[in-house]
């Protein structure tokens, strides 16, 4: 592991170690925290300048190398850093290996438990369904079993209880497929008879993806709501089941007093983004809860809520800023929004006047220009050492 770092050795700020997205350096640098960022050189987040520093860490390492290796660094700064994770797969190794951190670290998470419930979806709807909270109804079952409708009604959503399937992602563009009748079923379930995949098949809440509503919260180790705000999806890509590329903030009290009450629930602790989806009765059903860090963390700083700067000031010992009510309006969007927009069947003019409008795009601002060609650079720099096409 490489570090470099432009801070002064003796600066008397602890450092914020992030390994997430560039969303997630911006949100601590409106706050001027010091982030040293975690990732390779492919990772706009990489080269924002934001980051005051960056840490390599070699890909072919595993997670007890990797907890010593940074452990290792850590040691070495004057303060012990604040460390952020904001994807699955960084928070099951800082939730499964906590104690080891925590002699070098400083950071929020849920109880162990709790995070193996929630990333693991099939687990996580039997907690659902014990404690009561507004799931679609949903059964596991194998790639191999899947022509079965399993009691559901249509339409459906299938998903890999694993994102990192690449067996799923050969077969299926984005996160999840669409099922609308025992027809498209069927074709689907021949499409993965050799996939060899767990699935789960969950009965679809009707609508657009722009009726997906979201709640973000801190909560602090003695229960208390430090922070918290609303969100709603605006576009996504793919158009249904995607990833969110167009978002905004919203001041929704019923979405806060849901949110609220199955935090409380859950007896969650730390970071956490609930997804709700509005049926056409307005009902809202609860799709998944993600125990961590996210993108919304950036429009949600700029909107007047700073979940990032908030646990780093409670976790630092400093005093904590008051956290009033977020911003409605406030809009943030990736670079992969245009494909969304065309085709969500928007014209190139209005969506150029919206994206000039918008407070946030990821990886791209007037005083931090280049994140994404830098890495687009590091990305055809490796493609060309391949021999793969640019």
């Not at 559901?152 to 799923?168: E, Q």
């Not at 949600?300 to 409670?314: H, I, M, S, W």
């Not at 956290?323 to 409605?328: E, T």
Request: glycine fraction near 8%; aromatic fraction near 6%; hydrophobic fraction near 45%.
């Amino acid at each position: 592991m490489a570090f470099r770092t432009r801070l002064p050795p003796h600066s008397r700020r602890a450092e914020a170690w992030v390994s997430g997205t560039i969303d997630l350096v911006r949100a601590l640098a409106l706050a001027e925290i010091p982030v040293v960022v975690i990732a390779q050189r492919d990772d706009p987040a990489r080269w924002s300048r934001s980051a005051v520093g960056h840490l390599d860490v070699a890909p072919e390492l595993g997670p007890e190398a990797r907890a010593e290796a940074l452990l290792a660094v850590a040691a070495e700064r004057p303060e012990p850093p604040v460390l952020y994770y904001d994807d699955d797969e960084d928070l099951l190794f800082v939730s499964r290996h906590r104690d080891r951190l925590a002699r070098g670290f400083r950071f929020v998470i849920p109880a162990a438990d709790l995070v193996e419930d929630l990333v693991d979806k099939a687990r996580f709807h039997p907690l659902a369904e014990r404690l009561g909270l507004p799931v679609p109804r949903t059964v596991r079952c194998s790639s191999g079993a899947l022509d079965d409708d399993h009691g559901l009604g249509f339409p459906l959503i299938v998903k890999p209880v694993s994102r990192h399937g690449g067996a799923w992602a050969r077969v299926v563009s984005g996160k999840a497929a669409n099922v609308d009748d025992r027809p498209a079923l069927a074709a689907l379930a021949a499409r993965l008879a050799d996939a060899d995949l767990d699935l789960l098949v969950q009965e679809a809440v009707p609508g657009p993806e722009s009726r997906v509503e979201s709640y973000h919260v801190y909560v602090d180790e003695q229960g208390g709501i430090a922070g918290e705000f609303t969100g709603r999806k605006l576009r996504t890509y793919p158009r249904s089941c995607g990833f969110s590329t167009a978002v905004t903030i919203t001041d929704d009290a019923e979405v806060r007093a849901l949110g609220r009450r199955i935090t409380l629930e859950l007896e969650l602790r730390g970071v956490a983004k609930l997804d709700f989806k509005r049926a056409p009765d307005g009902a809202r059903k609860l799709l998944e809860v993600n125990p961590r860090f996210n993108l919304w963390h950036h429009p949600g700083a700029l909107a007047g809520v700073n979940l990032p700067a908030l646990v780093y000031e409670r976790l630092h010992g400093g005093p904590a800023p008051a956290a009033g009510v977020a911003r409605a309006g406030v809009t943030w969007c990736s670079s992969h929004d245009l494909q969304a927009a065309r085709a969500a069947g928007v014209g190139l003019v209005p969506w150029a006047r919206w994206v000039a409008g918008c407070d946030a795009i990821s990886g791209l601002a007037w005083n931090d220009p280049f994140p994404l060609p830098r890495a687009a650079a590091w990305r055809a720099r490796g493609r060309l050492r391949r021999g793969a096409p640019v």
